[in-house]
Each structure stands twice: as structure tokens, then as C-alpha cells.
């Protein structure tokens, strides 16, 4: 546990951010919810809505960690000039190069995520993220709004008529970059990492595998996964906007 109010003072405004998170599933009742709301389209056959009903479950089921209900269990953020990563899975003992913000419950994590966003984040920020636009920003301000908490004023939605900060999704940004992925719909971070030639870790796990290894108590190993995922996306967004140190 580090002590928030001595490094937040020490923080200065970022000209550039990188976030990433990494969800738990859904509680059991959250996810049967769903699948009782979800409607087929009216010109379906009965025989197909049945079908496809099963099928439906039983992805929702598979995916439960990316319903809105799912709880948040980390958030990294990667600057110019600092990386921390915050999380809800209680005390750990992580020997990373990054700051480490320990919490005991989604609700605590996300009100020192706003704390720190608002000391460094301002308009003239850059955030960068790999499908930040569809998936990581809205996750995000739906926690906020689950447990009543104001958000980041990053992530105010802006209002007519004014400009708000530079969003990059690197997924969306990719297809700059490739001839050979052009066609593809969703860009993996991975792929990504192919694309521009940057040499990530070997990895102990993926995203699908995060959801299991939480309930199994493997938090170490979710937080750096989650740590290396940010920095990719951080390089990569750097280098794709051309702001990269290592540029000549």
C-alpha cells in the first residue's frame, strides 16, 4: 500500500496516458438477467429464436466478464512520466517497477483511480487505450454509476459545442498501419505488437483466462499481465501518433 496523498503531490500533469483493465465475471444472477432480456428480432422463425437462444446463453454464460455488471479488478495507467496500477483484490505483495494501489472493494479502487485522474489528467491529455472507445472507457464510467460515484471529469461526456480529450484507440488507429490486417475487424493488441515490431513479454496468461485465475486467487499474475498489456498499448499509441522517444 503506498501512500496516495505524498505520490499524488509528487504527480505532474501527463501529456500522454495509457489505460487498460481487466474484469471479473459477472455475479450468477447478473448474468441470467441478461439472458432473460435478450430479445430476437421479430421476423425470426420460433424454431431459430430457440436455436439461437441456447446459443446466446451460452455465450453470455462464456463471457459473463464483459457484461456491465462485472466488476472491475484492475485499472493501469501508463504516462509520460508514471506508471500505477489499481486494483480491488485487497493487500498484495507485487514487486513490479510500477506503483501499486492496493484496495479491498471496486468501490474504494475507482474513488482513488478519480483522485489520481484529476490531479494529472487534463484536457490537453492524450488517452490512449486498445478498444478504449468500445469496451474500457464505457466498463469504467458504468462502475462509477453502479456504485453513485461521481467520474473523472476525463470521462464527463462533453457537452455540445466543446472539445474534450484526444481519444486514441489503437485497435481503430492499427489499420493505418497495416495492409495485411486491413480487413480484419478487431486487431488484437498482440497482432499489434506484430504490426510495429514491438517485443512484449512472454505472457503467463491471456484475457479470456483472467476471469478463472481471479476466482482461483491469482491476483499477481492478473496485475502483471494487465501492467504489460498497458505497456504495449503505450509504445504502440506512441509510436503510432509519433511522439515515441525512440524516433528519429
Not at 51 to 64: F, G, L, N
Not at 65 to 80: E, F, G, K
Not at 96 to 117: C, P, Y
Not at 205 to 227: D, K, N, Q, W
Amino acid at each position: 500500500m503506498f501512500n496516495q496523498a505524498k505520490v499524488f503531490q509528487l504527480l505532474t500533469p501527463a501529456k500522454f496516458v495509457a489505460l487498460d483493465i481487466e474484469t471479473g465475471n459477472a455475479p450468477a444472477d447478473a448474468v441470467e438477467n441478461a439472458i432473460d432480456h435478450w430479445k430476437a428480432p421479430k421476423n425470426w422463425k420460433p424454431e431459430t429464436v430457440e436455436a439461437k437462444r441456447e446459443e446466446m446463453a451460452t455465450k453470455k454464460r462464456d463471457k459473463a466478464a464483459l457484461l456491465d455488471a462485472s466488476p472491475i479488478l484492475c485499472i493501469a495507467c501508463r504516462t509520460d512520466n508514471n506508471s500505477t496500477i489499481f486494483h480491488s483484490m485487497g493487500d498484495t505483495d507485487l514487486k513490479i517497477n510500477w506503483t501499486v494501489s492496493d484496495h479491498g472493494t471496486e468501490k474504494e479502487m475507482l474513488s482513488a483511480f478519480r483522485q489520481w485522474a484529476d490531479s494529472i489528467i487534463t484536457p490537453a491529455t492524450v488517452i490512449a487505450g486498445h478498444n478504449l472507445t468500445a469496451f474500457d472507457l464505457p466498463k469504467i464510467r458504468n462502475a462509477f454509476i453502479r456504485h453513485r460515484l461521481k467520474l473523472p471529469m476525463f470521462l464527463l461526456p462533453q457537452l455540445r459545442g466543446e472539445i474534450g480529450n484526444d481519444i486514441i484507440d489503437t485497435m481503430k488507429l492499427a489499420k493505418a498501419y497495416t495492409m495485411e490486417h486491413r480487413d480484419t475487424l478487431m486487431i488484437s493488441l498482440d497482432t499489434l505488437a506484430d504490426i510495429l515490431n514491438i517485443e512484449r513479454p512472454k505472457q503467463a496468461m491471456s484475457g479470456a483466462e483472467v476471469p478463472a485465475a481471479f476466482e482461483r486467487g491469482e491476483f499477481a499474475p492478473i496485475l502483471i499481465y494487465c501492467c504489460i498489456d498497458t505497456e504495449t498499448t503505450a509504445q504502440a499509441a506512441q509510436l503510432m501518433l509519433g511522439i515515441a522517444n525512440n524516433l528519429i
